[in-house]
C-alpha cells in the first residue's frame, strides 16, 4: 500500500490548487450583474431557450465502440505483460479476441454508425 | 519518517514542476508563437521601469494569473451552480497527480542513502496514467452540460466523443511498449532502455515502437485538446466551446489542463519512447562508449545529468506540440472521428500484434 | 403596401410537430461570433453536428450607402465607395468613377486606366490575400494566416504610398485620379511581389497542399454551375465551378483588354476550389500589373475639362477663374447630363456594378451598386445544406462577404 | 486493513451509494455513481488488488460511466420526483433489507479474520499473476467475452440506428 | 450579337409588348409591361438567341412626384453571347405591385426581398418576402424619396422576451 | 485487521441500496445505475473473498464481470434511447412494452 502514499498526497495537494483557483475569483474578483449579462451566450442574440434539449443519439454510436475497445485494451494489458510467460499459444487466444472485436468494429463502420453525424 | 518526509518532497516537486511548467508552457507558446509567426508576441512587462532585456516571461508567470484570478467569476444564472463550479476542478485534479508516476531520474544517493527520482512507484504505472486521462474527460463533459448553453454543450459532447476516441489508440499505442519491454513499472521500463542495441544504438522505446509513437503523439494532442484536434474548443466554430460560460480563474484551470496534459504527453513520449532520464552511454558510474573509452562521473553529476536531460527531452517534445498547434489547420468532426477509428485504432491493433508475432519469432 | 408574408422556414416547434422522436437543435449563429466576422448571423437547425437548414441574415451594417451618396455631390460619393468592400476599397472607387465617366461620355487619358489598372489590381491582391489569410486562421492554422496577413501589408505599404491611406483610399476621381504615381513606384512594386512570390509559396506548401486542410475544404459547399449562375454568382465563386466569366475579359474596362492574362477556374465549385482560384488570380494579379508597370505612358492622369476636373492648385490660388471652377465644382458638384448608366467591373469577389441615374443637378439621383458578396450570401444557405457545423467556416470564408459591400 | 481506513472507506461509501438513488437529478446520481466506483476502486487497493482498483477506473468510471452521461445528455432527462406510486415494492424492499441484515448478522458472528499480509503470494494482486492465469485457467470465458463483446457492438448500433 | 439585332430579336420574339426601347451609355433598355414581365423575363432566359442566363441586379428607382412613381430595373447578362441588357417596369405608386421572378432566377429572391425592403414594392408569389437589410420593426422603405433622410427611429426591445426564461420580471 | 465478514457486510449494503433504487426509483436510467451499484456490491465480495482464501480466482471473476457489464450497459442504454425516442419517457410505469 505504501506506493499510493505519494497518489494520496498529490491529490490533497491538488485538490488544494483547484480548490484555491476555483475560489479565487470568486475571492478577488468582482461581481456586476444586468439583465443582458445574465443571459447565456447565444451571439447576442435574445436566448432561446435552455441548452437542455435533446440533442442527436448519433455521438452515441462512438460510445458504444469505445466501451468495447476499452474492455480489449484493459484485456490486454495484462496479457502485454504475461506474453512471453504465454508464447504461441497466448498469441493465438489474443488474436481471436482481436479478430472478434474488429468484427465488431468493421460492422459499426459498415452500418454507418460513424458517420459524419 | 524519513521515508515519509522524501516521499513528500518528491511529490511536492511534482506538483510544483507540473502547474510551473504548465505557466511556463503558456508563456513558450506566447513568444513561440511569435517566432514562428514573425512577430515580437509577449514583451509587455515594465515592471521595473524599462529595461534593456525582454521580461516577458515574468509577465507570463505573474501578472497573468494575477489578471485571471482577479476577474470576475462570471457562473450563467441559468446553469448548474454547482456543477458549474466544480466541472474545472474535476477535469484538472486528474491531470495534476498524473504527473508523479514519471520517473525524472535514476538513483540521487545521499548519505548512503538510495532515493529513487520518481514521486510514485506503482506496479500499474502505466495503468494509472490511462486511469486518470480517462478521468479527465468529466471535467468537459460537465463544463458543457452545466454552462446551459448550446454552444458549451456542443462544445461538451464534442469534447467527450472525441477524447473518449482517441483514449483506445493512446491505451493500445502503450500496449505495444508494455510487450516490447514486458512491464508496467515506468522506472522500470527506462532503465531497460539503458541497454545498448548491438553495443551502439541506445534501446529506447522509439527503437522498438516507432508506430507506436506516431500514434501516442497523434492521441496524446487530441487528448489534450489542441491543434489540429482542438474542435471541442475550436475559437472559430464554437466560440470556446465548453468553456464558453468560464471567466477567471476557472477558466485558467481549463486551459492549464490542456497545458498539463500537454506535459503528461511530453512526459510519457520520452519515458516510453526516448529513454526517460537515460543518457547514451551513461551508466551510473560515468560514460562507458562503445568505442572503449570510459569516463568515470561522481554519482551527483550523473543524476544532474539525468535529470537534465530528461528535462530537456520533456520540453523539446512540449515545444515540438506547441510547433503543430500552431502550424497545422484543425481537422473536421467526422474527419476526426473516423481518423480515431478508421485508421489510429486498427493501426495501434496491427502493431500490437505485429510485435507482440516478432517477439514470438526472435525471442 | 402589403404586409411581407411569413417565412416558410421551419421552426423548431414545426419540426418536431413533424416528427415527435427528432432530435432538432436550432442555434443561433452570430452576429457576435468569432467566425462570422462582417457581422451576419445564421440561424441553423442542427441535427448533432449537421445542418438541416441554415437561413442566413445579414444587414446588420446596412448603414444606407445608397440613401446617403443621393444626398452629396458626385466627387464625394468616392469616400463612401471605399467603405464599401473595405479589403479593396480601389476598385469600388474605380467602379464608381467608371461609371459615372460613361455617363458624362468621356474617357480618361492613357495613363489614368493603367493607374487605375494597376491600383485596381493591387487592391485584388490585398482582397484575395485577407480572404485566405482569414480562411487559414479560422481553420486552424493561425501561422499561415499571418504569414498572409505580412504579405498584404507590404501591398497596403505600397498602397500608401501612392493614395496616402491604407483602407480608405478615395483615390479615383470623376475623370481622374487624384495623384500620380510616386516615382520609384515600379521598383517598390517589384520588390515587394518577390517578397510575395516567395510567401505565397511558403503558403503553398503549408496550407494548399496540407492534407487536413484539402480534407477541410474540398468537396465542402459544393455549388453546381447551374446553380451558381441561377443565383448570379461571379468572381470566384462561379469560376470554381468551371465557367470562365471574368468582366475583365467579357467586357473590357479602362483598357484592360491590352494586358495578357489568364482565367483561372475551378472544376468541382466546392470550397477548395474557390482557395486555388484565389490564390491563382494572386498570381494573375501580379503579371498583369508587371505588364502595366512595363507599358505606362506618361502623360496626364486626369480630363482636362473644367466642367469635370478641379483646376490645378496654382489657377485656384492664382486666378479668379480657377477660384470660381473650384468653388463651383466643389459645392455644386460635377454637372452630369441626365441619363442612366450601368457599367461593372471585376471587383475581388466578384462582377461588382454599379447603376447610376442622374437628373442633371449635381448630385446623383439614385445611386445602386450590385455587391457581389451579397449574391454568394444568398446562395451560402443552400451551399450549407447537409454539410457540418465546421464547414460553415470555410464556406463562408470562401464566400468572402464584407459587410460594408453586402449589407451597404 | 485496520478498522481505521475501513470505516473511513465504508461510510462514505454508502453515503455516496445512497446520494445514487436518492437524488432526483439523473446527472447528479451518476456522479454519485462515480464517485462510489472510484471509492471502490481505492477499497480494492486495500484488499491487493491493484489491476483490478485500476480496471474499475478504466472501465467502469471512466467509460461505463460517461455512456451514462452521454445518454442522460443526449436525451435530456429532467429531475423526476421522489415520491414512489409504486407502493408494493417499496415495502418488498425494506423485508428484504430487512432479511439481508439479519443474514448478515450471522456472517458477523462466525467471521474469521482475512489473512495477513505476509501470508498472501508475493505476486498477490498484481498483473502478472491476474494474466497469467487469465489467459491460461480462464481463457475460454475471455474468448467468449470477446464475443459477448461483438454481440453488443452490434446489438446497441441496430438498436440505436432504429 | 449587335444593338440593333437585339431590339429587332426582341420585336420579333414579344410583338407588341415592348413599350420603348433605346439604347444610351452603352446600355440596351427596354420598357415593358408589369403583366408581360414574367413571360419575357423567362423567354429572355430560356430563348437560345437570347440566352440572359446571369440576372445581374434587380433594383428600384424612385421618382418621387412624377407619375408613374416607381421603376423596377432589371438588369441581364448573357454568358454565352455576351450581351447585356436592361430590362424595366413602370409602377405606380397606388399598385406597387410585380410577379416575383425568383422562379426564373433564384438570386431573384434575395433581390426582390431588397426592393420590397427599400421601396416598399411588394412581389406577389415571392416564397419568403422578409425585409433583409432592415430590422423587421422599421417602418417606412428608407430609399424611397419621401423617407427623410435624417429621420430616426428606435432600436426595438428584444423580439421575443418569453422564450427567455431568466426574464421572469 | 478487519475481518472478512466487514466487507461482505458493506457489499450487503451496497447490494441493498441498489435493490432499493430499482425497486424505488421510476426513471429508468436511475434503475440502470442502481443495477450497476449491485454489480459493484458483488465485485466488492468477489475481491474480498479472493483476498480472504488468497486466491486469484475472484479478481479474475471481476474482470469478467466488468466485461459484461460494460456489454450490457451499451446494449441497455440503447434500448433506453431507443424506448424513449418511441415513447417520450423513461418513467418505467409508463412503459409497458412487454405486456401485449
Redesign the interface.
Known sequence: MDQYVPVLIALILGGVVALVMTFASTMLGVKTHSAVKDEPFECGNPPSGSAWGRFSVKFYLAAILFIVFDVEVVFLYPWAVVFRQLGLFGFIAMLLFVLVLVVGLVYEVKKGGLEST | MIDFLITFSLTVLMILMVLNLGGLLLWVERKGSAVLQDRIGANRAAVLGKLPFNLGIVNTLVADPIKLFTKEDFVPPGADKLLHTLAPAIGLVPLLITFIVIPFGDVLIIGGREITLQAANLNIGILYVLAMVSLSVYGVVLGGWASNNRWALLGGIRGSAQMISYEIPLGLALIGVVLAFGSLDLQEITRAQGALIGGWIPAWGIVYQPVAFLIFLAAGIAESKRIPFDLPEAESELISGYFTEYSGAKQAMFMLGDFVEAIIVAGLITTLFFGGWQVPFLLRDGFHFPWGGTLALPSLLVTLLQVGSFTLKVLFFCWLQIMIRWTLPRFRYDQLISLGWKILLPLALANVMLTALIILLFE | MAEAAAPLLPTQQEVAEHDPTSEIMELQMGPSHPATHGTIKFNLTLDGEKILNCDVEIGYLHRGFEKMCEQRTWNHCIPYTDRLNYASPLINNVAFAITAEQLLDVEVPERCQYIRVIMSEISRITDHLTCLGMAATEAGAISVGFYLMESRETLYDLVTAVTGARLTVSYARVGGVTHDLPHNFAARVRTAFADMRRILSDCDKLLSKNRIFIDRMSGVGTISPEDAISYSLTGPLLRATGVPYDVRKAQPYSGYDRFDFDIPTGTQGDNYDRFSVRFEEIRQSMRIIEQALDGIPSGPIRIDDPQITLPEKKQVYGNIEGLMNHFKLVIEGVKIPPGEAFQSVEGANGELGFYLVSDGSGRPYRVRVRPPCFFGMAALGEMLRGCLISDIITTFGMVNMIGGECDR | MDFVTFFALAIPLVVVAVMVIAHPSPVYSALFLVMTLFLLAVYFLFLNAHMVAALQIIVYAGAIMVLFLFVIMLLNLQSDTLRTQRHGLGRVAIIGGVILLAELGLLLQGSSSELAESSLPENFGTVEALGSQLFTKYLLPFEITGILLLVAVVGAVVLAKR | MAEADIFSHIETAFPGTIQEQHSSHGNDTIVIDRGDLLTVLSQLKEHPDFAFNLLLDITGVDFFGKEPRFEVVYHLHSLTHNHRLRVKVRLTEESAELPSAASVWKSANWLEREVWDMFGITFTDHPDLRRILMYEEFRGHPLCKDYPVNKRQPLVEERDPITNPWHKG | ??????????S??????????V?????I??I???I??ML?AV??SF??L?????N??G??I???V??????????G??????V???R?T??V?ELNLMRW
Do not use: C, K, W
Not at chain 6, 450487503?12 to 433504487?21: A, D, E, M, Q
Not at chain 6, 425497486?23 to 426513471?27: F, G, H, V
Open positions: 485487521m478487519v475481518p472478512t465478514s466487514y466487507h461482505l457486510i458493506l450487503g449494503i451496497l447490494f441493498t441500496i441498489g435493490v432499493t433504487g425497486l424505488l426509483r421510476r426513471n436510467i436511475i440502470f445505475m442502481s450497476e451499484l459493484n465485485n466488492l475481491v474480498a479472493a483476498r480472504h482464501f488468497g486469484m480466482d479478481q479474475i471481476v474482470f469478467f466488468m466485461s459484461v457489464a460494460a456489454a450490457e450497459v451499451a446494449v442504454l440503447a434500448i433506453i434511447l431507443l424513449f425516442r418511441g417520450e423513461v418513467n410505469d
